[in-house]
């Protein structure tokens, strides 16, 4: 009999693909007779992409393939706002998607399509799969507070006859099956609550339901409540936690200045410094970070600090005018102190004993990495579904400082800005920065937890060779 095939079509942009890849390396590693297919989407413009896949071609694996999928047509995508304008990126890849599917199957090819493994931005490949009656699965990024929020502003839409888009702007609270406090409107993610984005959201659930299952990049210890409510609901598909799948390989690239950044850390004493970063997309206007430096200088930490200008395009923009921005006679005050930085290589920051603490904007990806590596985290989430991260790490889990929850700020956001003080961003600093605190206790109990969780017999490693086994037998 011929080997199963595994196909994954991860969203595209560098931080939704590398997430796939670990998890399709997991799937090789785990049964030789397995292959795996990663089908790329690319963004028109640089995320990272294309230097990620080189990097994965310089170390060939066995059974593992990747194959770039072109758009079959790029016409402008005039009728859609910044919500929708994604899925209608991702629709334009479908005809391909489907004729290579349909190229592996046929008689010749060497192995058997087992199943397909979709990026929950990219449903309308599960009609794809539908059509060839290809059993699929949905993987998500994202955690499982996520998750459940989609699901249930479905279930609000669908079985309750509400009308979501009415909880945006307000200050109601919403109870959520799958979370144990109440979860403030404030901090749903926006494209639930804009109209054309929410009917998005809202096709994207109808869909997840007609999936074979549901794997999120988490692990049953993080988010507890969550995943068990989630595992125990028999009204959605199968949920498999099988995270965190995390890249903390070193990456072999703009080595220079990676090696500049560890050279400056390594004469840092043990977890004295405060990380700041705010993912590919993360930036401020001036006035945020005339305080944000204001509470670096006063709260007498040394700090690395990723500061990026707004950008929609390419993830190495910085800034070529740090005097300007910044308030006059900051950088000579703190050059013995701080170091400003443009892109942030993350993993080897978190991972390097001297980081004591991280301002994050709680992208889920960072969050998983802050809590795998031990480093306590500050919030500033900004845009995506970041401000329901931060809820979750802040009042559900307790395990993060809160500096704001419901801060947003991205190139396409239009509403007004808030200006967090000085003051308020520099207790917080002092807060994450504590030595022995409960937050800390708690981050490296659960730093533990997360490496258990991935090895042999721990929780996401059994639901992982779960899923393996259901997607096989399907
Ligand atoms: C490995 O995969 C093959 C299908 O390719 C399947 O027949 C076999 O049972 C799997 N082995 C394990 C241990 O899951
Ligand atoms: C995992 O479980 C199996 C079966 O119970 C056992 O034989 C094995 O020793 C366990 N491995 C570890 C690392 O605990």
């Not at 700041?276 to 600090?305: R, Y």
């Not at 013995?336 to 978190?350: D, E």
Request: with cysteine; hydrophobic share 40%.
């Amino acid at each position: 009999m011929k080997n199963a095939e595994i196909i994954f079509v991860p969203a595209p942009g560098r931080g939704h693909l590398i997430y796939m890849v670990e998890l399709a390396k997991l799937f090789i590693q785990r049964n030789e007779s397995v292959s795996v297919t990663i089908f790329i989407i690319k963004f028109p413009f640089d995320t990272g992409v294309s230097s990620y896949m080189k990097s994965l071609s310089n170390h060939p694996m066995p059974r593992f393939t990747i194959l770039e999928i072109p758009p079959s047509y790029s016409e402008l995508y005039k009728s859609h706002n910044f919500h929708t304008l994604f899925s209608a990126f991702i629709e334009g890849h479908v005809t391909n998607v489907r004729d290579q599917v349909m190229a592996m199957r046929q008689p010749d090819y060497p192995t058997r399509v087992a199943g397909l493994v979709v990026d929950i931005f990219c449903v309308s490949m599960i009609d794809v799969a539908k059509e060839l009656s290809v059993p699929t699965y949905v993987y998500s990024a994202s955690g499982a507070g996520f998750l459940s929020i989609v699901l249930h502003l479905q279930a609000m839409t669908d079985f309750q006859e509400e009308d979501i888009s009415e909880y945006e702007n307000s200050d109601a609270q919403l109870s959520v099956p799958y979370f144990r406090n109440q979860v403030p409107a404030k901090v749903l993610p926006a494209i639930c609550l804009d109209k054309a984005g929410s009917q998005l959201m809202l096709l994207c659930a109808r869909k997840f339901r007609e999936t074979k299952g549901l794997i999120i990049n988490t692990f049953a210890e993080l988010e507890t409540y969550a995943v068990e409510s989630l595992m125990t609901d028999n009204k959605i598909p199968p949920v498999y936690a099988v995270g965190p799948n995390l890249d903390i390989s070193a990456g072999d690239e703009d080595c220079d200045e990676v090696a500049d950044i560890l050279k400056w850390l390594d004469e840092k004493p043990l977890s004295s410094v405060v990380f700041l970063c705010f993912g590919s997309f993360g930036s401020f206007p001036q006035d945020q970070l005339k305080e944000i430096a204001l509470a670096l200088e006063h709260s007498g930490h040394p700090f690395l600090w990723s500061l990026r200008p707004v950008s929609t395009e390419s993830h190495l923009k910085k800034y070529t005018d740090l005097d300007e921005i910044l308030p006059p006679g900051f950088l000579e005050r703190t050059s013995g102190t701080g170091k400003i930085i443009g892109w942030a290589p993350q993993v080897a920051v978190l991972s390097h004993p001297a980081v004591g603490g991280f301002v994050s904007h709680c992208g889920w990806n960072s969050i998983l990495e802050s809590v795998w590596f031990g480093v306590p985290m500050a919030t500033w989430p900004l845009y995506a579904e970041q401000q329901l991260n931060a809820f979750e790490m802040v009042n559900e889990l307790g395990m993060a400082v809160d500096i704001c929850i419901d801060y947003e700020h991205h190139v396409f956001y239009k509403g007004e800005v808030k200006i967090i003080d000085s003051k308020i961003v520099e207790s917080k600093i002092r807060e994450v920065m504590e030595d022995g605190s409960d937050i800390r206790k708690k981050v490296t109990e659960i730093k533990g937890k997360s490496r258990n969780a991935m090895a042999e017999n721990g929780s996401s490693c059994i639901n992982l060779g779960r899923l393996i086994e259901d997607i096989i037998a399907s």
